[in-house]
């Protein structure tokens, strides 16, 4: 395996990564793409990455304590299920979004049609 110092290529690029990937966040959060809970959330992520390449050997620990076979396992677990809630939200957010869509072209519609009928009166 090719290394460099104690980390491996892959620590290295994925450090490398997750520090380009933080930088993003706070580029989202100053232009105000984000809001301040999307900033922590993500910063925190990014973090958490940078920290699982840089101690592969505290979550084998971790994941012993818990019964899991490997280190990466449990970083693979977790991974699931922040994208499982992370679906949802959008799934959420997506549903409410179709609602006041369908909601705005009816009263739109209705208000067309009540134009329409006033002006044929005239």
């Given at each position: 395996?090719?290394?460099?110092?104690?980390?491996?290529?892959?620590?290295?690029?994925?450090?490398?990564?997750?520090?380009?990937?933080?930088?993003?966040v706070f580029l989202r959060y100053k232009d105000k793409s984000i809001r301040a809970f999307?900033?922590?959330?993500?910063?925190?992520?990014?973090?958490?990455?940078?920290?699982?390449?840089?101690?592969?050997?505290?979550?084998?620990?971790?994941?012993?304590?818990?019964?899991?076979?490997?280190?990466?396992?449990?970083?693979?677990?977790?991974?699931?299920?922040?994208?499982?809630?992370?679906?949802?939200?959008?799934?959420?957010?997506?549903?409410?979004?179709?609602?006041?869509?369908?909601?705005?072209?009816?009263?739109?519609?209705?208000?067309?049609?009540?134009?329409?009928?006033?002006?044929?009166?005239?």
């Amino acid at each position: 395996m090719v290394t460099v110092g104690d980390f491996g290529i892959i620590q290295i690029a994925g450090i490398i990564f997750a520090l380009f990937a933080l930088s993003r966040v706070f580029l989202r959060y100053k232009d105000k793409s984000i809001r301040a809970f999307e900033l922590l959330f993500w910063s925190i992520v990014w973090v958490g990455v940078v920290v699982i390449a840089s101690f592969p050997a505290f979550f084998t620990q971790l994941s012993k304590f818990f019964g899991i076979g490997r280190g990466v396992d449990i970083v693979l677990y977790v991974g699931m299920i922040i994208l499982f809630y992370l679906l949802f939200r959008l799934y959420v957010k997506i549903d409410a979004q179709q609602k006041e869509m369908t909601k705005i072209v009816r009263e739109m519609a209705i208000q067309n049609a009540q134009k329409k009928k006033q002006n044929d009166k005239k």
